[in-house]
């Protein structure tokens, strides 16, 4: 079974840190994305990769960054956080960027910003 | 990118049939049909997916309209773990595979 694991499924964060949400899948899968989730807009693709070191930007990547070292670690950070980035962070992985493969995604980091 | 369009929510008997009709009237040709399902605190999970033809596995049947505008995901025999927002979706083949997701259908499923 694939498995995709993010780093916290709760974080706490003041307005202006730095945060790091971490995503790891252990299937050898070239893709992976990180979307949000938030009441009456449902998920919202953020990022994607389709390798290491390579980068795509999603619908709403603004206030975002990723990073690709490993094939298998797909990081999503905000630079410094605001309180309309509080919302549910979901990291997914796929074996490549064709729609006949699934996505498989993690249990999701709930995130707040106070 | 147009989403989808799906009711908000149904209700279902258990053991019933269930029908999640989804309309996407502007999708390309080269757009594929997803199917995915989220129960409260999880990610989303596959459910099945198809181009044109109808498609069945073990969790459903996707059929697919003969001018690819709706389809309806079937669930044969609803059980009460089958209760989750099921989400209608677009993944764009020509862009890396890239899942467009829409509000989604709150599925309930009575004993």
């Known amino acids: 079974d694939v498995k995709v694991t993010q780093s916290s499924r709760y974080l706490v964060k003041r307005t202006g840190e730095k945060v790091f949400l971490e995503c790891v899948q252990d299937?050898?899968?070239?893709?992976m994305f990180w979307y949000r989730q938030d009441p009456g807009l449902g998920l919202r693709l953020i990022y994607f990769?389709?390798?290491?070191?390579?980068?795509e930007k999603g619908d709403i990547p603004e206030g975002y960054s990723v990073s690709r070292e490993k094939k298998e670690r797909f990081s999503l950070i905000l630079e410094s956080a605001s309180t309309n980035q509080t919302s549910m962070y979901l990291c997914a992985s796929s074996l490549d960027g064709n729609c006949k493969e699934t996505q498989y995604f993690g249990p999701g980091t709930r995130l707040l910003v106070l | 990118d147009a989403k989808t369009t799906q009711p908000n929510s149904m209700e279902s008997n258990e053991e019933e049939p269930v029908h999640l009709p989804c309309n996407h009237s502007t999708i390309s040709g080269t757009d594929y049909i997803h199917w995915y399902r989220q129960l409260p605190s999880q990610g989303p999970e596959y459910v099945i997916h198809?181009?044109?033809s109808n498609v069945n596995n073990r969790m459903a049947s996707l059929a697919i309209a003969e001018d690819r505008k709706s389809s309806t995901l079937i669930l044969h025999r609803a059980t009460l773990r089958d209760a989750a927002v099921y989400y209608c979706?677009?993944?764009?083949?020509?862009?890396?595979?890239?899942?467009?997701f829409g509000q989604g259908t709150e599925l309930s499923v009575k004993p």
């Open positions: 299937m050898d899968h070239e893709n």
């Open positions: 979706i677009r993944c764009r083949g020509n862009q890396g595979g890239k899942l467009i």
């Open positions: 198809g181009l044109t």
């Open positions: 990769s389709y390798d290491v070191k390579m980068k």
